[in-house]
């Protein structure tokens, strides 16, 4: 297993933009599900970078652009 930094940013059903940052350890296979599985935690429990700060975030929510670098 490796451990790798991803960040994935996105838009949610009103059109706001949002960002999630974090690590995950786990093969390369996973990365993808383990890294979308604590956005969509961290964009559940407003712990997300949103664009409009202040404004909620609200589902369905769009992944725009991914990038994972390994660390």
Do not use: H
């Not at 599985?37 to 970078?49: C, H, R, S, Y």
């Not at 949103?50 to 992944?63: D, T, V």
């Amino acid at each position: 297993m490796k451990t790798y930094r991803f960040t994935i940013d996105g838009t949610d059903a009103d059109g706001q933009s949002w960002q999630c940052v974090g690590v995950v350890t786990c093969e390369w296979i996973d990365v993808s599900r383990e890294a979308t599985k604590i956005a969509f935690q961290d964009l559940t429990q407003g712990k997300a970078i949103y664009g409009n700060p202040g404004k909620g975030c609200r589902g369905p929510y769009n992944i725009e652009y991914m990038e994972v670098i390994q660390i």
